[in-house]
């Protein structure tokens, strides 16, 4: 039931953060925006088999002096930053136990070590990571494990960028 769990994940996470309404987020407020979307997660898992809904997350919050990026599990945010997936593959990727080639490939890859999951007895932990040289004009992706998969990082990097030099075109010649 992940795509019910990531539309009530993605949907708490937004409304306790605009709620909010406050000037500056904080690592811990990103928790507590994650806090919440369990709870909600927690009440809707209203199925009986032995999975819980789960989901992975990535989140981002604009401040006035940096970027604070929040994640779950193998979701991401690529471009100028990117986060590294809680996954078996990943950690075996930091540990020099595998290559990132050996680990794109991997038939595991997909095995997660930490995601958003109903009914968890331990506290869902999410990291979070603080960019402050993020400047006007940069893009940041948030993309889902959909799009890792069929793409590496480079070729994500260059589509964006295709897209970014289409975009700018545009606006020059409705300028002119």
């Not at 009440?43 to 604070?68: K, Q």
């Not at 929040?70 to 020099?96: L, P, W, Y």
């Not at 400047?135 to 970014?164: F, H, K, P």
């Amino acid at each position: 039931h992940g795509e019910i769990a990531s539309e009530i994940v993605g949907t708490s996470v937004f409304r306790y953060l605009k709620e909010l309404q406050i000037d500056e987020y904080t690592p811990d407020v990103l928790q507590e925006a994650l806090d919440f979307a369990v709870e909600q997660l927690n009440n809707a898992d209203t199925y009986h088999d032995e999975r819980r809904m789960g989901t992975t997350l990535v989140v981002v919050a604009l401040n006035r002096y940096n970027v604070l990026v929040g994640h779950v599990g193998d979701s991401r945010c690529n471009i100028k930053f990117r986060t590294r997936d809680h996954s078996m593959v990943a950690e075996a990727v930091e540990n020099q136990i595998l290559t990132e080639e050996e680990a794109y490939n991997s038939p595991k890859k997909n095995i997660l070590t930490r995601s958003v999951q109903a009914g968890k007895d331990e506290k869902n932990e999410m990291t979070i990571d603080t960019l402050v040289d993020v400047t006007d004009g940069d893009y940041l992706l948030l993309c889902t494990d959909g799009v890792n998969d069929a793409l590496r990082d480079n070729e994500i990097e260059a589509v964006l960028y295709e897209g970014i030099l289409e975009e700018r075109t545009l606006r020059l010649r409705e300028m002119c």
